[in-house]
Antibody, heavy 117, light 110 residues
Framework: QPELRESGPKVVKSSETLALTCSVSGGAFNSYSWTWIRQSAAKGLEWIGRVYSDGNTHYTASLAGRVTMSVDTSRRQFSLNVTSVTAADTALYFC???????????WGQGTLVTVSS | QSVLTQSPSVSAAPGQRVTISCSGSRSNIGRFPVSWYQQLPGTAPKVLTYDDDKRPSGIPDRFSASKSGTSATLAITGLQTGDEADYFCGTWDDSLSALLFGGGTKLTVL
């Protein structure tokens, strides 16, 4: 089963780009879809989108236009970029792997990203 | 307000049984499998059940889940103080084309 770990800056300036990477160890990489979820007091758990091992992506409508996800199967990593961030993007960001066959999730520990003015 | 509706809080005494409900619609719970998560303070959500009623290895059988129509239920028996946490349901929604989560239910073990 996979273990996931988020990495990236913990503070991002307003209007700049939030960039996070998730490194995956264990598990058959192509057997999962790779998802980003964030959690804030204001919005609770919020699904941002997912990327498949073939690069296909699906984003939540509320963030489409600002979100880009990519995957690097050789490095067993996937990434999240959110442009033009505001204070509303301050949240705990989780990377999650979902087994395509079973639907079972595997969560990273999460990383708190704060947008500063 | 979440599309998946959960009661904000529930409480019970140690050793007792508690149920947590998640109410949705035909475009989400009525059509797609539901997962339940436990989140202890300062930690990531932990999968308690998935695919409506399946438990990952290592999850005690005190935790069980079911689904009927457009509602899902998590039951916890033999409550322990360590079960105090926030519990979330989650499933796909066809209308919104997004993964949704309930607002969470805070369990207090008195």
């Amino acid at each position: 089963q996979p273990e996931l770990r988020e990495s990236g800056p913990k503070v991002v300036k307003s209007s700049e780009t939030l960039a996070l990477t998730c490194s995956v160890s264990g598990g058959a990489f192509n057997s999962y879809s790779w998802t980003w979820i964030r959690q804030s007091a204001a919005k609770g758990l919020e699904w941002i989108g997912r990327v498949y091992s073939d690069g296909n992506t699906h984003y939540t409508a509320s963030l489409a236009g600002r979100v880009t996800m990519s995957v690097d199967t050789s490095r067993r990593q996937f990434s999240l970029n959110v442009t033009s961030v505001t204070a509303a993007d301050t949240a705990l960001y989780f990377c999650v792997g979902r087994n395509i066959l079973t639907g079972r999730d595997y969560w990273g520990q999460g990383t708190l990203v704060t947008v500063s003015s | 307000q979440s599309v998946l509706t959960q009661s904000p809080s529930v409480s019970a005494a140690p050793g007792q049984r508690v149920t947590i409900s998640c109410s949705g619609s035909r475009s989400n719970i009525g059509r797609f499998p539901v997962s339940w998560y436990q989140q202890l303070p300062g930690t990531a959500p932990k999968v308690l059940t998935y695919d409506d009623d399946k438990r990952p290895s290592g999850i005690p059988d005190r935790f069980s889940a079911s689904k009927s129509g457009t509602s899902a239920t998590l039951a916890i028996t033999g409550l322990q103080t360590g079960d105090e946490a926030d519990y979330f349901c989650g499933t796909w929604d066809d209308s919104l084309s997004a993964l949704l989560f309930g607002g969470g239910t805070k369990l207090t073990v008195l």
